[in-house]
């Protein structure tokens, strides 16, 4: 055989490989490693090489999502006056608990270093982030309302949609994860 016809022949079984180890990876974990119910993005054990540049960076990942959409849906000028005070208060937010979730985490990790941690500090601790964040999500919750009470129903209906089709594809996400535990 020439030497040609074997590197063409290894090149096809490198590519064959790599075809078929890949749509394995795909099939077993989704093209992000599963979403919300554990993987690549999910901040689980599966956590891929990214997640912590990607968490860094979320703020302004949430912000790129929500101009995509509200690009897509023509606000009047009243509408994106509430739309740009929506925006700046979610950022300002979303970086403000990074922070503090980062402060919180350092701390975490100081106390559990000692010979004998403080656990109930800990816990009390867990109970107070747990608090604030069910208070920063209510008051990112008003936000957003605020914000579609001043749409029409042609936009409040894409807004509508959207949330129906990602709790569909994460519900989706999640029962396939279950099934194969």
Same mark, same amino acid.
């Given at each position: 055989? &020439?030497?040609? =016809?074997?590197?063409?022949?290894?090149? +096809?079984? #490198?590519?064959?490989?790599?075809?078929? +180890?890949?749509?394995?990876?795909?099939?077993?974990?989704?093209?992000?490693?599963?979403?919300?119910?554990? +993987?690549?993005?999910? +901040?689980?054990?599966?956590?891929?090489?990214? !997640?912590? !540049?990607? /968490? $860094?960076?979320?703020?302004?990942?949430?912000?790129?999502? #929500?101009?995509? &959409?509200?690009?897509?849906?023509?606000?009047?000028?009243?509408? &994106?006056?509430?739309?740009?005070?929506?925006?700046? =208060?979610?950022?300002?937010?979303?970086?403000?608990?990074?922070?503090? /979730?980062? &402060?919180?985490?350092?701390?975490?990790?100081?106390?559990?270093?000692?010979?004998?941690?403080?656990?109930?500090?800990?816990?009390?601790?867990?109970?107070?982030?747990? =608090?604030?964040?069910?208070?920063?999500?209510?008051? =990112?919750?008003?936000?957003?309302?605020?914000?579609?009470?001043?749409?029409?129903?042609?936009?409040?209906?894409?807004?509508?949609?959207?949330? $129906?089709? /990602?709790?569909?594809?994460?519900? !989706?996400?999640?029962?396939?994860?279950?099934?194969?535990?």
């Amino acid at each position: 055989m &020439k030497t040609k =016809n074997k590197v063409l022949i290894g090149c +096809g079984v #490198i590519t064959l490989v790599l075809v078929i +180890g890949g749509y394995g990876w795909v099939s077993a974990h989704g093209p992000w490693g599963g979403g919300p119910c554990g +993987g690549f993005f999910s +901040g689980g054990q599966a956590q891929g090489f990214q !997640a912590q !540049a990607f /968490r $860094k960076d979320m703020a302004e990942f949430i912000l790129w999502k #929500i101009d995509k &959409k509200a690009k897509e849906m023509n606000l009047s000028p009243v509408q &994106k006056a509430k739309y740009e005070t929506f925006r700046e =208060n979610l950022k300002s937010r979303v970086t403000e608990f990074q922070a503090e /979730r980062q &402060k919180m985490k350092e701390q975490f990790l100081k106390e559990l270093g000692k010979e004998n941690p403080d656990i109930k500090m800990l816990l009390e601790s867990a109970k107070t982030k747990v =608090n604030d964040l069910s208070g920063f999500m209510n008051k =990112n919750l008003d936000l957003f309302l605020d914000f579609y009470s001043s749409l029409d129903d042609r936009q409040k209906a894409t807004i509508n949609d959207e949330i $129906k089709e /990602r709790m569909k594809y994460h519900r !989706a996400r999640c029962q396939q994860k279950d099934a194969s535990l």
